[in-house]
């Protein structure tokens, strides 16, 4: 029997990475998966509360048709995946300490800071994204 958890990892700093693991985290969760996102290095500081997605970097064509289509933005997609389905998004505990944020400082949805050895520990048994 196939599990029902998936667990992303994101650590990109690029428009289309940050897509896609939303993507991957949002339908995962509206379809009955139990989905854990674990938020890290370049990818983090685009979760601080007030943040403007507006300067991400792009790493080719399908980055810039992404703001020009008017495509869902990310952080709305992650929002989603945590009010409309079983999902949970975790900032890392370390980069938050080398960032100097606190929980305060970031976005609503986003749940106490995790460590990555809880974070595997948690997705043994299930699929793993990295992104």
Known sequence: MA??????????ESRERLQMAAMVASVGAVSGHRVSVFLSMNALSYFVAGYSP???PVEGEFGK?????NAPEFM???????????AQV????MAMDMLGLKQA?????????????RFLDDATGGQVWTF
Not at 3 to 12: P, R, T
Not at 90 to 93: G, L, N
Request: proline content about 4%.
């Open 3 to 12: 599990s029902d958890k998936i667990s992303v990892i994101v650590v990109s």
């Open 54 to 56: 507006y300067d991400i």
């Open 65 to 69: 048709l992404l703001a020009s289509k």
């Open 76 to 86: 709305d997609l992650f929002e989603q995946a945590v009010d409309l389905g079983d």
């Open 90 to 93: 975790f900032p890392c505990s």
């Open 105 to 117: 400082d970031m976005v609503r949805y986003l749940e106490e800071p995790l460590g990555l050895t």
